[in-house]
């Protein structure tokens, strides 16, 4: 099992509902990182934190809203989400942001959009 | 845009066979790679990390490198069905606000029949 916890593991909301998905890391990492997997597609970075500071906003429409109130403890808020958005949320951590640091997952967020 | 390039198979090999995974990416400065495996819906799996051309070796598994060619493969030696999932390139390109930030190409999926 990874340091890196994740929930809820499924999750099923309508277009106009409002839920939030949690990560945790217990690793005592610096970094943490959403990840968007879609069917057929690369996994796509959505967002980066670095000590609780967001460094990277990978163009994600602003129906995400991520939440990062301390090293270990990362949130994605969603709202008014489309059916397109149903997809596989990862959140990962690192030691720090750079490039050597290897990326550990979490299980992953399993999102259906109705 | 920084791409990275997997045949996405289906790879399908017998046991006990090796397997071969191929990986090629377009950011010349990329410092750092990485073959993540992925089962079916799991999330992502460190195998290997790779800094330095050449090859390395890890039990089974073995990643070479050739920065000239910006080619990375990851090579399986006697396979096993256990072996059976998608193997994820990833590399990770440096440089100001990228810093740190891992791009992912689509997946191998790979068969181990016995």
């Known amino acids: 099992e990874t340091g890196v916890t994740q929930t809820p593991r499924h999750l099923v909301m309508g277009m106009t509902n409002k839920k939030s998905l949690k990560c945790e890391q217990h690793l005592g990492h610096n970094a943490m990182y959403w990840y968007k997997q879609s069917a057929k597609k690369p996994l796509e970075l959505m967002f980066v934190?670095?000590?609780?500071?967001?460094?990277e906003n990978n163009s994600v429409p602003s129906r995400f809203s991520p939440e990062c109130p301390n090293s270990s403890h990362l949130f994605l808020h969603l709202h008014t989400l489309q059916p397109e958005d149903s997809a596989l949320y990862l959140c990962a951590s690192s030691q720090d942001e750079g490039s050597t640091d290897t990326q550990y997952f979490g299980p992953g967020t399993r999102l259906t959009v109705l | 845009q920084k791409e990275v390039e997997q045949n996405s198979g289906p790879l399908s090999v017998p046991e006990g066979a090796i397997a071969s995974l191929n990986c090629t990416y377009s950011d010349r400065v990329s410092q750092s790679f990485f073959w993540y495996r992925q089962y079916s819906g799991k999330s992502p799996e460190l195998i290997m990390s790779?800094?330095?051309?050449g090859d390395k070796e890890d039990g089974r598994f073995t990643a070479q490198l050739n920065k000239a060619s910006q080619y990375v493969s990851l090579l399986i030696r006697d396979s096993q069905p256990s072996d059976s999932a998608t193997y994820l390139c990833a590399v990770n390109s440096p440089g100001g606000s990228t810093l740190g930030r891992l791009y992912f190409g689509r997946g191998t999926q790979l068969t181990v029949w016995p």
């Open positions: 934190y670095s000590l609780e500071e967001r460094v």
């Open positions: 790779i800094y330095s051309n």
